[in-house]
């Protein structure tokens, strides 16, 4: 497991420690969650959970049925 060491200004390192004591987690494990997920390739499961969350959302046929028509391709 790699090790980092940070610097931080006196009221950055405050609220870092009041959001970890809040997520009741220690310093390092809510940096660690932090890095974790601005690195992830997926969707948050918070945002996963919106989906289909809007009835009156228009569907993708509605969406796409205002732009053009593509344009074929070239043979190869």
């Known amino acids: 497991m790699g090790q980092v060491t940070i610097y931080l200004e006196e009221d950055t390192e405050q609220k870092m420690v009041d959001a ?4 009741h987690l ?3 494990k809510w940096i660690a969650k932090l890095i ?3 690195v992830a390739n997926e969707w ?3 945002v996963v959970e919106l989906a289909g969350s809007w009835d009156d959302f ?9 732009e053009g ?3 074929s391709r070239e043979g190869l």
């Open 44 to 46: 948050p499961q918070s």
């Open 69 to 71: 028509k593509d344009a």
């Open 58 to 66: 228009p569907s993708i046929e509605d969406i796409r049925s205002h």
């Open 36 to 38: 974790h997920e601005k």
């Open 20 to 23: 970890a004591k809040s997520s």
């Open 26 to 28: 220690s310093k390092s």
